[in-house]
């Protein structure tokens, strides 16, 4: 077990490349399964999500080889369609390799999947998706079997735009006999990066980023070299670092295009903000304002996974904000830890009404998921004194190296062995 030090009040100045997009990495590790040739997914982060999608494709029978910061994935070898109930537990984008195993296999053997702690997380969405793809589909004690005898295009329609279940449709589809019509697709980057790699592989897709997606299915897929696009997430949390603790800092390889609504919300709390290509230079600190309201959406708006970090932020900025998560049913489980460093936050449902403080102050508090954890981080790097942040193994999941890339831009925090 480790835990964060950090000593709050260092202005933070300097330059972070973005990492590949856990939120692409993974659904891409998952269709490394589709093709019996060679895939290389380049500068895949050293996170634990990473890690564990790796694992369970080497329980399928790949094998993953980790090749200077490239995933080297030759699955020709693959045999099996059951992924053990720990490690889906563990990851909840193991559900996306349904997809992938009924392309391959025909069959596919899952237990419900795990992930981060914020929601009931159903997956009602990708299985009714499924069977009109012509799965069949049993649920018993806790696992969900799914067979075919061939996967068919079909019409489909989300009714709501479900980033996993989109991926999955589209794992599903790229092979099934005939065409599929995606209506109600989710819009996110990561959706676009998926059709980008299928078709780099030979796939026929079409209107990933808009919410009619149309796949026609192919007979095989070839092996693919990718260079993942960016991720938008880890981007933004340093954006908020930057905006809660002062200074100068650019954030390089993220369209600014991907985070338009963070950006926004941003100048809104009295930072500024000047993009340049795939720079995006943010000069923060000084009196913030709060930003009135802050309401999670599916993309293009505010993300649900930058939620946590924003509300961080409005903690110690004037005024009042209301934040609103409509994503997630139990996405504020930071916030009595935000409470202990001084944070005057009331939840009520899906809101949060935090009133603004001049400062919170250092506290020992304890991460509960990845993008509260990060919430814990950032605020304890703008609060006066020493913060400890405990349970590091979620903001492990998803952000690679955090406290060396902090360092680099001035922040006092070290990680210890407890
Ligand atoms: C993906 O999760 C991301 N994870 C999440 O990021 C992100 O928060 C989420 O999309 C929304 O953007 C990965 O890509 C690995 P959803 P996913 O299906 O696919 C409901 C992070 O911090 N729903 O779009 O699970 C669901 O309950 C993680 O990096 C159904 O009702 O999200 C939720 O309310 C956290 N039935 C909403 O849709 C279903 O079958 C959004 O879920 C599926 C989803």
Redesign the pocket.
Known sequence: MDKFIIDGGRRLNGSIRAQSA???V??LLAASVLTEKQVTIREVPAIA?VMCMAQILRELGASVEFRGGDAVIDSANASCHEISSALTRE???S??MLGSLLTRFRRAVISY?G??D???????????ALKRLGVRIRERDGFIFCDCDRLRGAEIAL?????????NILLASVMADGRTVLQGA?K?P?IVDLQNFLNAMGAKIAGAGTDVIEIEGVKSLGGVCYLPVKDR?EAGTYLIACAICGGETEVTGVSAENIRLLLHKLRENGCKIHTKNDKIMISGGGCLKCNRRIETM??PGF???LQAQATALNCSAEGGALIVE????TRYKYVPELRKMGADIEVNGRNAFVRGVPRLHGASVTAG???GGAALVLAALGAEGCSEVFDLSHID??YADLQGKLRRLGAQIRRVRI
């Open positions: 856990k939120n692409s993974l659904p999500d990851l909840r984008s559900v996306f999947p992930g981060c914020i929601g009931l997380r159903p997956i009602d969405l990708h299985l009714s009714d709501f735009p479900s980033v996993g279940a989109t991926e989710a996110e990561e997430i599916p993309f993300p649900t996974d409509n994503l997630f049913e998921d990845l993008r999941r998803g």
